[in-house]
């Protein structure tokens, strides 16, 4: 499914980030954003804000905030986590 059409709260993993551009793909790596990365959608729209979570394996509680804009955010691929809505990140 695609990134903006997940809800606010949602968690997933990134499978593929769906851009061309290289330029764009740069960006969204230097943000964190990854296939595998877990991601939690904090806000829909313009820009979409999303709380990068790491990869599972990761183990931290480490956690930063992005945004994208709408059509950066329509390409992003995204794989629902099983039971991960509103999922809450130790601070």
């Given at each position: 499914m695609?990134?903006?059409?997940?809800?606010?709260?949602?968690?997933?993993?990134?499978?593929?980030?769906?851009v061309d551009?290289?330029?764009?793909?740069?960006l969204?790596?230097?943000?964190?954003?990854?296939p595998?990365i877990?991601?939690?959608v904090?806000r829909?729209g313009?820009?979409?804000?999303l709380?990068?979570?790491?990869?599972e394996?990761?183990?931290c509680?480490?956690?930063?905030?992005i945004g994208?804009?709408?059509?950066?955010?329509?390409r992003?691929?995204v794989a629902?986590t099983a039971?991960?809505?509103?999922?809450?990140?130790?601070?």
């Open positions: 695609l990134l903006n059409a997940m809800k606010a709260g949602e968690v997933s993993h990134v499978s593929s980030l769906g551009d290289p330029g764009d793909a740069a969204l790596r230097a943000m964190g954003l990854r595998g877990r991601v939690r904090v829909l313009e820009p979409t804000i709380e990068v979570l790491g990869a394996a990761c183990g509680a480490c956690a930063s905030r994208l804009t709408k059509a950066l955010a329509s992003v691929r629902a039971g991960a809505a509103g999922a809450e990140i130790a601070r």
